[in-house]
Structure formats: structure tokens, C-alpha cells
């Protein structure tokens, strides 16, 4: 009896991985035709700083020489001191259309990410906005074109990718591949109106949507989920797209060592419990049956006939070659698809060590 729960169980958990994949296939394929106003909206684009002035000069020129015809630049630093003001003044001066908010720290919200882009966002020049910070790359004179392309009177919210750096350290690889199945899991959410988070380097939409949900009021102590938890209060079926056209994306540095990632690891699963429930929900169920899917795999083999469990096995393994594939390749990661079983195998006993981490640690305020 024992055993055929544990057949079946096996059963279940692949078939609900094969199916989360054939999910993320559906980004993959032409997308229904939008009605997309042709329009091209006056954009803002938003640039947080915290003392990052060396890359921020170093980042400047590709927003400066965007092909877009009306957009102003404005650099929300936030009470940085490394010199910040001093190393862009002579960029602010020369070019009209980029400006700097300096925040200064109050008692209510010292230091806060979330209060500094509320100010940013109160005097943005344009309606429509596009936020990344100084330490991200953008790869295409073409970004505000593409990221702003989808708006119209009902699109009011665009999610784009942010990629990695490369390098040829096994962390690198692993960080890359996390970061793809995140943005499979990003987009194809918002497919069954499920959307649960955003790269907050590359994002953008209209500022009455912002004000809509009160801004950040209902999560301001969080010290993140300045992105995520914006979208779960306003993002809705109607109002939310996504672009993964290479014109659109961005590039920052990868994690320099594995306590860094996993710290955001850590913190990024934490912020999980502030989701909506089906959305906990769907981000739970892919990372326990994955698990599941290795452990009760395993465990088969030792007591069925490898003949009844090698073809389930080869059926999820070539559906996750097959999407992961395609997918690496249209996000610009075709390396990922040559280690995908190793990667993979390493991400599981991460994301265990995590759910085993944060158990033991305590809440933060």
C-alpha cells in the first residue's frame, strides 16, 4: 500500500512540474495582438542612487543617448556620500533634460529606499515612468522605445528583464539560471492573473497607478519589496503586460559570492509571505514538488522497476530541456542549457537550505 502512494505521488509531482513548464512556454510564443496606442508618451525615467556615483557616471551615457524623442532623466539619490552630486554635476549641466532629487534622512524614514522613490515619483516631470538605478546597464539606445511601447489607455504596467553579468565561475552560471526561472515564473503568471513580482530595475508604468494604491504607504516598514509589493496591490488582469524583446533589457553585476546571493535569496523567499495567497500558492507548490519530484525520484528507483520510472523521468527531463532551452536562448543565456541538470539539482538543495534558514531565523521588523 505504502508503495503505491509513493508511485503515486511520484506521478503527481511530475505532472505538476511538466505542466508549470508548458506554463512558462506560453511567454515563448507570439503573444495575442494588443491594442497599442501608437502614441509615444512623454516618459520619466527614474534613477535610484545610494552611493553608487562611479557607476552611476559610468551608466549615464546610454539613458542620455536614448532614441526617444521626449524624456526627461531624474536621479533620486538617496542621501548618498561618496561624492555622488559632485561626480554628476557637470552631466546635469550640460544636458537639460537629466536632473537630481536629493533626499535627505528625517527621523519617520531614515534611510528608506521607498520614501526616496516616493519623492522621485511626486516630481517626476511626465506621467509615465521607467525605474531602474545607477548600477544597472542599459543595453539598447532603444530601451525607453521598447519598455514604453505597451502603453496604452488600458496597459498601464510593463515588466521587463533584467539579466546578469557573465562569468565563467560555477556561481555565476547558477545565479543566471535562478534569475531565468524567476522571469519565466514573472511573465507567465500574469497569463493566469497571478502577478506576483517585478524586476525592479526595469519597470515602468503610469504614476495614477501609484497613487491609486496610496504608493508604498501599506508596506513602507518593509525594507524591500519596493517592486513585488507594488505590483500585488496594482497590477489586474487588464492593466499588466510584459516585454522580453532584446531591446529591452538590462544588465547589472551578478553575486560576487555565494553569502551575498543567498542572503538575497533569503530575504527575497521572506518577502513570499507579504504575496497574496495564490500567489503563495503557485510559488510554493513549483518549489515543493520540484523537491519532491528529486526525493520520491529517487526513492523509486529502488523500488519499481526502472522501466516503469525511467520514462516519467525522461518525459520531465525533456520538457525542461525543451522549455528551459528556448527560453535561455530568447533571454540571451544559451550556456545555461549545457549544465541544466547540475544547475537545477544545485538550485533545490539552495532553496532547501533556505526554507531551512529562515526557519531558524527571526522575522525581520
Not at 529517487?298 to 528551459?324: D, Q
Not at 547540475?342 to 531558524?360: G, P, W
Amino acid at each position: 500500500m505504502l508503495l503505491t502512494v509513493l508511485f503515486y505521488a511520484f506521478v503527481v509531482v511530475t505532472g505538476i512540474q511538466i505542466i508549470y513548464y508548458l506554463l512558462f512556454a506560453t511567454i515563448l510564443g507570439k503573444k495575442k495582438k494588443e491594442v497599442v496606442n501608437s502614441k509615444e508618451y512623454p516618459i520619466t525615467v527614474i534613477v535610484y542612487n545610494k552611493n553608487n556615483g562611479n557607476a552611476l557616471v559610468e551608466n549615464l551615457p546610454s539613458l542620455l543617448n536614448q532614441n526617444y524623442a521626449k524624456f526627461e532623466i531624474l536621479i533620486v539619490d538617496n542621501n548618498s556620500n561618496d561624492n555622488t552630486i559632485d561626480n554628476v554635476e557637470d552631466l546635469v549641466d550640460k544636458h537639460n533634460h537629466l536632473k537630481i532629487i536629493q533626499v535627505e534622512n528625517n527621523e519617520a524614514f531614515w534611510g528608506n529606499k521607498k520614501y526616496a522613490l516616493t519623492l522621485g515619483i511626486k516630481a517626476a516631470k511626465y506621467d509615465h515612468l521607467l525605474f531602474t538605478d545607477s548600477q544597472t546597464k542599459i543595453l539598447s539606445t532603444n530601451w525607453i522605445s521598447e519598455m514604453s511601447s505597451k502603453f496604452s489607455d488600458t496597459k498601464t504596467i510593463n515588466l521587463g528583464y533584467r539579466k546578469f553579468t557573465k562569468n565563467s565561475t560555477f556561481l555565476n552560471l547558477l545565479t543566471r539560471f535562478e534569475n531565468l526561472i524567476k522571469a519565466l515564473q514573472c511573465f507567465s503568471y500574469i497569463k493566469i492573473n497571478s502577478p506576483f513580482m517585478a524586476f525592479g530595475k526595469n519597470l515602468a508604468y503610469e504614476r495614477q497607478e501609484f497613487f491609486n494604491v496610496k504608493g508604498f504607504i501599506y508596506h513602507i516598514k518593509i525594507n524591500n519589496g519596493e517592486d513585488d509589493l507594488f505590483i500585488r496591490d496594482a497590477a489586474t488582469k487588464e492593466n499588466i503586460t510584459y516585454t522580453i524583446s532584446s531591446d529591452s533589457f538590462v544588465e547589472t553585476e551578478s553575486p560576487k559570492s555565494l553569502s551575498e546571493w543567498f542572503g538575497t535569496l533569503k530575504s527575497n523567499r521572506s518577502l513570499q509571505k507579504h504575496y497574496k495567497f495564490k500567489q503563495q500558492l503557485l510559488l510554493h507548490l513549483f518549489t515543493i514538488s520540484k523537491v519532491l519530484f528529486y526525493v520520491l525520484g529517487t526513492s523509486a528507483f529502488f523500488f519499481f522497476s526502472w522501466k516503469i520510472i525511467l520514462p516519467i523521468v525522461l518525459v520531465y527531463f525533456l520538457t525542461l530541456w525543451i522549455v528551459v532551452g528556448v527560453s535561455s536562448k530568447k533571454l540571451e543565456e544559451p550556456q545555461l542549457i549545457f549544465f541544466l541538470p547540475i544547475l537545477e539539482i544545485s538550485l533545490v538543495l539552495i532553496q532547501i537550505s533556505i526554507f531551512i534558514a529562515n526557519s531558524f531565523s527571526k522575522s525581520n521588523r
